[in-house]
C-alpha cells in the first residue's frame, strides 16, 4: 500500500504541472532527452522500469539500487555525420549491500556540441548578408544522485542537476532536480517510474530566463527466461510525457500535453552477448538497433554496446559506442 501512495504522489505531481504556462522554452531541455548508454538507446530509450547499470543516475535513479557492483560507463555519438557530437558518462556506487541499508550514490554527465556555427551580418557597403564569423554551441548537464531500498518491493532515488549553455559569448546556467521510483510487486516484473526537472529548472542567460518544464516516464519491463538456451529476453515499454504544446511533433497530444510511446528488446546469452532492439513513437517512428559485449577478467567486467539509429531527411545516421567496466 505504501508502494502505491509513493507512486500516486509521483503522478499527481506530474499532472499539477499541465497548466504550465505556455512562455516556456519548448524544446529547452532537449538536449536531456537522448540519455546515457548505447545500452538503452539500442532499446529505443525503453529503459525506466530496467535502469539496473551504471546510466540509471540518468534514467531512473532509484535503479542505482540494483547495480551490483560499482560501475562507470562512458559513450560517443555522432550525429547527422559529425555535426553534432554527444558526449556522456554515469557512475554508480553501492554504500550498504544488506536490504535494510542497501543505499546507492552515483553521477552523471552529458555534453551536446556544435563547431563552426556560422554567425551572419550584413555588409555596411552593400548591404548584402554575409558570413561574419563562426562560433561554437555546447549544452552541459551534470546530476549527483543517490537512492535508497525502502522495502523488498520500492526503492527510491533522486538526482540534483546543474545545467549549462553557451553559444558564442552568450551562456546561462542553472539546476533542478530529478526524482524516481522503482516497483518490483511480482516475481521479475518491474515498474519504473521518474519526474525529470520536477520543479521545473531555470536557466538564466544575461538578458532572460529561460525554463525546462518537467518531463514525465513511466515504464514497465519483464526479463522471460530461457534456462536451456543461457538466455534472458528483457521486453520494455515506456511513455513519455510532457507538457510543452508539442502536438503534432508527438504520438499523441491533448492540450499542452502530450506523450511519447518507446519499445525495447534486449537478448542476453550466457550474459555475455547481447543483441537489442528499440522504437521511439513520436510525429514519427524511429527504429533502432544495437549489440552489446561483456567481458570477465577475473573481479572485473569490460563492456563494449553499440547502437544505431537511422536518420531520415537524407541526413547521415546516428552511431552510439559506450564502454563500461564493472569492478
Known amino acids: 500500500m505504501k508502494s502505491l501512495w509513493i507512486a500516486c504522489a509521483i503522478l499527481l505531481v506530474l499532472i499539477s504541472v499541465q497548466d504550465a504556462d505556455a512562455g516556456a522554452a519548448k524544446y529547452g531541455g ?27 543516475s540518468y534514467w531512473n535513479p532509484a535503479g542505482m539500487i540494483y547495480v551490483s557492483r560499482r560501475e562507470i560507463v562512458l559513450m560517443h555519438s555522432e550525429r547527422f555525420g559529425d555535426i553534432v557530437n554527444y558526449d556522456a558518462g554515469g557512475f554508480v556506487q553501492q554504500l550498504g549491500t544488506s536490504n535494510s541499508k542497501r543505499k546507492a550514490f552515483g553521477v552523471s554527465f552529458l555534453r551536446v556540441g556544435v563547431s563552426d556555427i556560422i554567425y551572419t551580418a550584413e555588409d555596411p557597403g552593400s548591404g548584402r548578408i554575409i558570413a561574419d564569423r563562426e562560433v561554437s554551441s555546447a549544452e552541459w548537464g551534470f546530476a549527483l544522485s543517490y537512492a535508497k531500498l525502502l ?12 545545467v549549462r549553455k553557451s553559444i558564442g559569448d552568450d551562456s546561462g546556467a542553472g539546476f533542478g532536480f ?23 529548472t531555470f536557466l538564466v542567460w544575461d538578458q532572460t530566463t529561460e525554463n525546462i518544464y518537467p518531463t514525465g516516464r513511466l515504464g514497465i519491463a519483464y526479463p522471460f527466461l530461457f534456462p536451456s538456451m543461457k538466455g534472458r529476453l528483457n521486453a520494455a515499454f515506456q511513455i513519455d510525457g510532457r ?13 499542452s500535453a502530450s506523450a511519447d510511446l518507446r519499445y525495447g528488446l ?10 537489442r ?5 513520436h510525429e514519427k517512428v524511429d527504429q533502432m538497433a ?15 554496446d553499440y547502437a544505431f539509429l537511422s536518420n531520415a531527411f537524407n541526413l547521415d545516421d546516428t552511431h552510439r559506442i559506450s564502454g563500461s567496466l564493472i569492478f
Open 266 to 275: 534486449e537478448y542476453w546469452y550466457d550474459s555475455k552477448i547481447a543483441v
Open 178 to 200: 530529478d526524482v524516481g521510483a522503482m516497483f518490483k510487486p511480482w516475481r521479475r516484473l518491474s515498474l519504473g517510474v521518474t519526474l525529470q526537472d520536477a520543479t521545473t
Open 243 to 255: 507538457f510543452e504544446g508539442r502536438k503534432t511533433a508527438t504520438a499523441y497530444w491533448i492540450g
Open 277 to 281: 532492439y528499440g522504437i521511439e513513437q
Open 30 to 56: 532537449e538536449f536531456l532527452a537522448t540519455g546515457i548508454g548505447a545500452r538503452a538507446l539500442g532499446m529505443g530509450g525503453a529503459f525506466v522500469a530496467i535502469a539496473d547499470d551504471a546510466s540509471a
Open 290 to 304: 544495437g549489440a552489446g559485449l561483456r567481458l570477465p577478467l577475473g573481479n572485473t567486467t569490460l563492456g563494449l
Open 151 to 162: 522495502n523488498n518491493v520500492t526503492s527510491l532515488g533522486g538526482s540534483i542537476k546543474l
